[in-house]
């Protein structure tokens, strides 16, 4: 059964991970973790990027936008494809906010699993 403590714990850790690994930008980090609705999800990190998913295992999923540091400066948030752009914005602050917006109506806590794990969960959660 997929309880909301433990995945807490899970997704704490992946934040203190992300954290230590280096690769992201503090500030993004600080904002990141700040907005409850992202700090709920599992972060996970890829060239600089800063990716939320809604499972805690990979290939961890991708139906949540990203924030990638933007030549220059400032950052550019993604996806939640790569192939696609939402927009450049110059503070942590303001990516939040995009990323934000586009969440996933149905984004709750990370669910503790795959994204195949999550899906089957969410099947029979409707078959309810």
Avoid: K
């Avoid at 059964?1 to 992946?14: H, K």
């Avoid at 999800?41 to 990716?51: A, D, N, Q, R, V």
């Avoid at 290939?59 to 948030?77: C, S």
């Avoid at 942590?92 to 109506?105: D, G, Y």
């Amino acid at each position: 059964m997929n309880t909301p403590r433990p995945s807490m714990d899970v997704v704490e850790a992946g934040w203190r991970e992300v954290r230590a690994d280096g690769r992201v930008r503090p500030e993004l980090l600080d904002a990141a973790y700040a907005e409850p609705r992202l700090r709920q999800l599992f972060p996970w990190t890829g060239m600089g990027e800063l990716h939320f998913s809604r499972c805690t295992n990979p290939r961890w999923t991708w139906d949540v936008p990203y924030v990638a540091p933007a030549a220059g400066g400032g950052y550019m948030v993604l996806g939640p494809n790569r192939d696609e752009t939402v927009g450049h914005v110059t503070t942590p602050a303001q990516a939040v906010a995009m990323v934000v917006e586009r969440l996933p109506s149905d984004c709750g806590p990370a669910f503790v699993g795959t994204p195949e794990e999550l899906a089957a969960h969410e099947r029979s959660t409707i078959d309810v």
